[in-house]
């Protein structure tokens, strides 16, 4: 059976964290994702003090999003809270609008940004990588998609491939998979409500509650590399609902 993860960011409206590990080890989660404002600012006890808890709890964090910032301007302390955090893989997971480029080129040359800024992530042994939204799917002038010019600009750039928003952005997950499934290390799993449903949860629903052929992609993704799979619902109004309706699902995939 395929392990799931859980991307704290789902929980960010539901403090304390503390409150929130038992409730993962008791549904049958064993990794958590963490991202950048969990870590990024903590004193080196304090990462010792988190990654207890983590501990205690009968958590690992395998995957991890950290800022570009971050990573371009203090790459050693990325390196550093990885190593303390047992973070093996690295992504980036966003870029701003008023930072994106309005044409393949630019695009190109972010994926050659990206590729740069991983280097001493990847010469540490972390695996790095690019998390998608919706944006990199949209047809640019040329015809092609952002998504390719990243790829196309960071030939060594993993992939942390976000299925929903692939949906979201237009394209065609299966293919995308087919394209690019060599570069795929880690999968977020959430699911599309139906239209006009969920309105008060943007839209997304709890894995296994939605749209999404979450069965199929399972069974797709079984010829990549994929390591880890990693349940994200962006603004879930019943935590205990997400984590265990979650798990349950994707248990029967």
Not at 45 to 56: N, S, W, Y
Not at 107 to 135: I, M, S, T
Not at 149 to 158: S, T, W
Not at 234 to 239: A, G, R, T
Request: proline share 6%; hydrophobic share 40%; net charge negative.
């Amino acid at each position: 059976m395929t392990k799931l993860g859980f991307q704290l960011y789902s929980a960010r409206n539901f403090q304390p964290f503390s409150g929130i590990y038992p409730k993962l080890q008791a549904a049958g989660y064993s990794e958590v994702e963490g991202y950048g404002a969990l870590y990024a600012s903590l004193a080196d006890g304090e990462l010792g003090a988190f990654r207890k808890e983590l501990d205690d709890n009968g958590l690992t964090m395998p995957t991890a999003h950290f800022g570009l910032d971050m990573i371009e301007n203090d790459p050693d302390r990325v390196v550093k809270i990885a190593k303390t955090l047992g973070i093996e893989a690295v992504y980036c997971p966003y870029l701003m609008p008023d930072q994106r480029p309005s044409d393949a080129a630019g695009w190109f040359a972010f994926g050659q940004r990206l590729q740069a800024a991983g280097k001493p992530l990847r010469d540490a042994g972390l695996v790095f990588g690019w998390h998608n939204h919706d944006f990199e799917f949209v047809a640019l002038p040329d015809g092609s998609t952002p998504q390719e010019q990243i790829f196309a600009g960071g030939p060594d750039l993993d992939w942390e491939a976000d299925i929903a928003w692939v949906i979201r952005g237009g394209a065609d997950p299966i293919a995308w998979i087919e394209s690019y499934g060599k570069r795929i290390s880690a999968v977020h799993v959430k699911d599309i409500a139906a239209p006009g449903e969920n309105t008060d949860e943007d839209g997304w629903a709890d894995v296994g509650h939605g749209t999404v052929d979450w069965k199929g992609l399972v069974a797709a993704l079984k010829s990549t590399p994929v390591k880890h799979f990693i349940v994200e619902h962006d603004n879930p109004k019943d935590i205990d609902r997400l984590i265990t309706r979650s798990i349950a699902s994707f248990n029967t995939y």
